[in-house]
């Protein structure tokens, strides 16, 4: 029996380090590739820089990452503000407006991207960093709203209204009560905008125009046009940003399950 | 005007809410009401008439979307399969302090660019990728492995693995591990604690994962035009090109109030299919 249970627990064990490799040879192969010295379908000719090199002095690719940071803060700073304040506002609602932000995750991008595209072209919005900056406001809204939502039911609600006895107004309890009891949602939903918005392809490939390149735009056309190694070099730089992010999102949420 | 001064004097939270509830509906609800008048009206709002439905429903598009049902019921019924062990084993028999590490593996990917994910799979798929260098090194001649269906359905699978796991884990994660040791002890093999005992309390997560992972393949656009080339379509290939390249938009909007319409549909007979399997392993 008891030789049963560790077998199965080995193969069990052995089963999910298999799908481990797997999800992370693709990767692996990618950061390496960047290091190497010659081009894709060359063996390893040995370690060397100089497609990071090429890749900081590229234009392109600074202006695509210079807008992808543009896009990304402003609209995660839109969204997670408007998911504060409704969460704010909602408190004293009979009929609760919050599950209506859950609908986005139901319709697939490609139908939501549509539509923005339709309706901007008819109102005639010119594409741009603007028409960009309202989808990906509306992507973070979805992701921030159930996050900030979450913390805020955690607030005890006499905390408030001690607040407002004791004098304050309410635009005083909201900045010195509620806000920092919110400060770790609020970071985590925002650093999670910000990734969302920074990995988005369909909306900005549906309403950036011709004029305006995300980065995620500018590895799809290389994609296209076949493999250079400066795109390497760009994907290793991007992921360990994306560490580095998660690393974050996750120390906060130890904080935030801890008191 | 009254009506503003109405609520602004009752109920100073409607203006808290406003910016929030405005932007869902100028960027969700109008876009979609847009599409669907698209699809109907030749004028906007005016003429409505079928005319565009009846053209797509002649051209054999209409398969495409059978095609992309497909294509999310497989990826979303392999993921629930290899992530329900994962997740299992990350929530219940990893040792604590490896649970963050595993984990924090989990998510990366999740949060890595998808064009990165993609781009990463032409070194091991391109011909002179690493897979077929290996294969040619044993012995095996396969040509190409870019550009057809296995390809596109391996990287589908690769891309959507973690957004199925991590649902999982945090509903696994729950479980009080005693509930298992309990009907252990009481003489239930592993089949049966697993059926009546895990997989009951795990519906939540399952299901979760199986929609996000389905409903997020479904419109796949970057993968299906990457990876299996221009010879098949699926509904985001071919709606983008109605959108891009046809600019047949009265037509694009009739597909994709089609597709969409379906693709409800078949949520609702996932959702019955997933309650019935689970219900009657149960009993097993």
């Known amino acids: ?259 | 005007m009254r009506f503003l001064k109405k609520i602004s004097k009752s109920d100073k939270s409607f203006f808290f809410m406003a910016p929030a509830i405005a932007w869902q509906i100028c960027f969700f609800f109008l876009p979609l009401l847009f599409v669907v008048q698209l699809s109907f009206c030749s004028d906007l709002f005016q003429n409505v008439s079928l005319e565009y439905f009846a053209q797509v429903i002649k051209t054999s598009h209409f398969f495409v979307i059978f095609r992309s049902l497909l294509l999310a019921s497989i990826t979303a019924s392999c993921c629930l399969l290899i992530g329900y062990p994962v997740a299992y084993y990350v929530a219940l028999c990893a040792p604590a302090r490896m649970k963050s590490k595993l984990m924090f593996l989990i998510v990366l990917p999740f949060l890595t660019n998808l064009l990165v994910q993609v781009y990463a799979w032409f070194f091991i798929l391109e011909k002179h990728g690493v897979l077929n260098k290996f294969l040619n090194f044993v012995g095996i001649d396969v040509g190409h492995l870019l550009n057809s269906q296995f390809a596109m359905y391996l990287v589908m699978f690769h891309v959507y693995l973690p957004f199925i796991i991590m649902p999982l884990y945090s509903t696994l994660e729950k479980i009080n591990i005693r509930l298992i040791e309990s009907s252990l002890d009481l003489g239930a093999s592993y089949f049966q604690t697993f059926c009546r005992v895990v997989l009951p309390l795990s519906l939540h997560g399952i299901k979760t994962g199986f929609f996000l992972v389905y409903v997020t393949s479904f419109g796949e656009y970057v993968i299906p035009s990457l990876i299996a080339g221009q010879k098949k379509y699926f509904v985001g290939t071919l709606i983008s090109e109605y959108f891009f390249i046809g600019k047949d938009w009265h037509v694009g909007a009739a597909f994709t109030c089609l597709s969409s319409a379906t693709f409800i549909v078949s949520i609702l007979i996932w959702q019955v299919a997933l309650h019935r399997l689970v219900d009657r392993l149960q009993r097993a």
């Open chain 1, 1 to 259: 029996m008891f030789h049963s249970i560790n077998f199965s627990k080995t193969m069990l064990a052995v089963f999910v380090a298999s799908v481990y490799i797997f999800l992370y040879t693709p990767i692996m192969v990618l950061v390496l590739y960047s290091f190497n010295q010659g081009g894709f379908p060359d063996a390893w000719q040995g370690f060397s820089l100089h497609w990071y090199q090429d890749l900081f002095q590229s234009e392109e690719i600074w202006r695509a990452f210079l807008n992808s940071v543009i896009v990304a803060c402003v609209s995660s700073f839109l969204s997670v503000s408007m998911s504060i304040l409704l969460v704010h506002g909602v408190r004293h609602y009979k009929r609760n407006v919050v599950p209506l932000f859950y609908v986005n995750a139901l319709i697939p991008d490609i139908v939501l991207a549509v539509g923005m595209l339709s309706l901007f072209s008819y109102l005639t919005v010119p594409l741009g960093l603007t028409t960009l900056i309202a989808g990906h406001t509306l992507l973070g809204l979805g992701f921030s709203m159930p996050i900030i939502k979450g913390r805020y039911d955690e607030l005890d609600k006499s905390l408030i209204e001690a607040s407002l006895d004791l004098g304050a107004s309410m635009r005083y309890t909201f900045i010195h009560v509620i806000v920092p009891f919110l400060y770790p949602a609020i970071l985590v939903a925002f650093l999670l905008s910000i990734i969302i918005s920074f990995d988005d392809f369909l909306i900005s490939f549906f309403c950036s125009g011709s004029s305006v390149q995300t980065l995620s735009l500018y590895i799809f056309s290389m994609i296209r046009s076949g493999i250079s190694p400066v795109v390497n070099a760009l994907s290793t730089l991007l992921l360990i940003g994306s560490c580095f992010m998660l690393f974050i999102m996750m120390m906060l949420q130890r904080n935030l399950f801890r008191d």
